[in-house]
């Protein structure tokens, strides 16, 4: 089950739709059940495929209800947070893309200041989820994973779960990595996605590459042993919303299972 709601952002100055998915069985009552909640950017490319770039999402209803009905994961609640269109790049970035002429003035410290402070606030008044890091999850791809692992960094303590899927680390001459390496607490686990062929260039195809092997190196530094941290690389696969749906089941089941 859909239920859209628009949350008005003082941090971004207008109203931004989410959509919550919510389980089979969904009990609203408090006192009935509470439940764990993931966030996921890109909220258009997440159910509907009316809505979703190219008519293919990530189908992540489908995937949820699936890895429940087999007790693989927990009921949860998925809550997707709809990209700002022609503004997508400017919220989900705190730095330029210099290869991007789109991702200017950069928004990305208000965009994690409207997750934190509007949006969990607004879920957590009106259903009823666990308020617990360990129940928290934060996610995206692309740009929507540099703002996932970005809001992280700001707000440690507040996710205890990540899903990262084919980072654009390359932006600010990698200054998510810079960020990452300075980081001193860092999620309870964490599921690293990314192809071989994210682009239709080869250097750029290493480079992705290349920064995701970089993050998986700064948090095993970190600490972060076999049970925190999977890390897949998917020969062949492509910077696309199926390549992420093909992956969301084991990243699910890690995270929450």
């Given amino acids: 089950m859909l239920v859209t709601h628009d949350i008005p ?51 992540v209803g489908e995937t949820a209800a699936d890895l429940i009905r087999r007790r693989r ?45 509007e949006v969990i606030p607004f879920i957590t008044r009106t259903y009823p989820v666990l308020r617990s890091a360990a129940a928290t999850g934060f996610g995206g791809s692309s740009y929507g994973a540099v703002a996932a692992l970005y809001t992280s960094l700001l707000k440690p303590g507040l996710f205890g779960r990540l899903l990262i899927e084919s980072p654009s ?3 600010g001459r990698n200054h998510l990595l810079r960020l990452a390496r300075r980081a001193d607490r860092w999620p309870s686990r964490i599921y690293l996605g990314v192809g071989t062929t994210e682009t239709g260039r080869e250097d750029w195809n290493a480079e992705t590459l290349g920064n995701v092997l970089k993050l998986e190196k700064v948090l095993r530094k ?30 699910l089941e890690f995270l929450f299972g």
């Fill in 73 to 117: 994961i927990p009921p949860l609640l998925i809550v997707g947070i709809d990209h700002g269109r022609e503004r997508r790049a400017r919220e989900y970035l705190p730095v330029e893309d210099a290869r991007n002429p789109t991702a200017v003035r950069p928004l990305g410290r208000e965009y994690a200041e409207f997750v934190t402070r």
């Fill in 222 to 251: 970190a600490g972060l042993g076999e049970r925190r941290l999977r890390v897949r690389v998917a020969p062949g696969a492509a910077h696309t919303e199926s390549a992420w749906a093909a992956r969301l089941p084991e990243a």
């Fill in 169 to 171: 680390l390359y932006v």
């Fill in 9 to 59: 952002s003082v941090y971004l100055g207008l109203t931004r739709r989410v959509t919550v998915w919510l389980p089979p069985g969904f009990k609203r009552r408090l006192g009935t059940s509470r439940y764990s909640v993931l966030y996921l950017n890109d909220g258009q490319n997440l159910f509907d495929p009316s809505r979703a770039f190219a008519g293919v999402t990530w189908q």
